[in-house]
C-alpha cells in the first residue's frame, strides 16, 4: 500500500511554511505544492481549502477577498506556531523529499510498462505494414499498365517511402518543440518531466532501431 504523501497535520504545518514567504490565493498554494513535488502530484481544492478553513478557525492565518479569490497571509500567532514546530517542519521536508523520489520511481515504472506495450503495438503495426507491401509486390500488374524495371521501380517506391519518414519524424520533432516551449511559458521543466521525455524518446529510438532491423 502506497504511503500518503502527507501524514497526519505535515499538510497544514507546511501551508503554514508556504504563507510564511507572503501571501498567496489558494491557487498559488496549490502551484507552489505542485512545483515542490516536480509535478509528481498536486493536492486538489477539496484538500487544500478545508485546511485553510481550518486555520482561519484556529487564527493562524488571516483571508482578504480580493475579487473573486481569497488572500492568505499569516497572523503573529501563525508566525509563533511554525517558530515552536521547526523540528516537526524540518521532518515534513525530508518526508516530501521522500515522496518526491517514491512518487518518480513510480511514475517510472507507469511509465516503463506502458512503453512495453507501446513497442509491442509499434512492432505489430510494422509487421503489418511489411505483410501488406509483400502482398503489393506479389500482386500482378495490371493489363496493360506499362512494365517498369524492377530496380527502378524499387528505388522509386524507396525513395518516396525514404521522404515520407522523414517528413513524419520532422513534424514529430516540431510537435514535441512546441508542446515544450508552451508548457516552459508557463512553468518551469521539472527533472520529472525531462526524465519522463528523456525515457520515451530513448524507448521509441529503440523501437524504430528494431523496427528498421527487421524490414
Do not use: C, W
Amino acid at each position: 500500500m502506497t504511503p500518503p504523501v502527507f501524514q497526519h497535520g505535515a499538510l497544514r504545518l507546511y501551508l503554514l511554511a508556504l504563507l510564511e514567504d507572503g501571501p498567496r490565493h489558494g491557487y498559488e498554494l496549490i502551484k507552489s505544492l505542485s512545483d515542490r513535488f516536480g509535478g509528481t502530484y498536486a493536492p486538489s481544492p477539496g484538500t487544500i481549502y478545508p485546511r485553510l478553513a481550518k486555520l482561519l478557525e484556529e487564527g493562524l492565518i488571516a483571508a482578504e477577498s480580493t475579487g473573486r479569490r481569497s488572500v492568505y497571509r499569516i497572523t503573529e500567532a501563525g508566525r509563533r506556531e511554525l517558530d515552536a514546530r521547526r523540528d516537526e517542519l524540518a521532518g515534513v521536508e525530508r518526508d516530501i523529499s521522500a515522496s518526491v523520489r517514491r512518487l518518480a520511481d513510480s511514475l517510472r515504472e507507469d511509465l516503463r510498462t506502458s512503453m512495453r506495450g507501446l513497442r509491442a503495438d509499434l512492432a505489430a503495426t510494422a509487421e503489418t505494414a511489411r505483410q501488406a507491401a509483400r502482398t503489393a509486390r506479389r500482386e500482378a500488374p495490371k493489363a496493360g499498365a506499362p512494365r517498369i524495371p524492377a530496380s527502378e521501380r524499387f528505388s522509386t517506391e524507396s525513395q518516396g517511402r525514404l521522404k515520407e519518414a522523414e517528413m513524419l519524424v520532422q513534424a514529430f520533432r516540431d510537435d514535441v518543440r512546441v508542446e515544450l516551449r508552451t508548457h516552459s511559458a508557463r512553468e518551469p521543466i521539472s527533472e520529472v518531466t525531462l526524465e519522463t521525455l528523456r525515457t520515451v524518446l530513448d524507448q521509441a529510438r529503440i523501437a524504430v532501431r528494431n523496427s528498421l532491423g527487421r524490414s
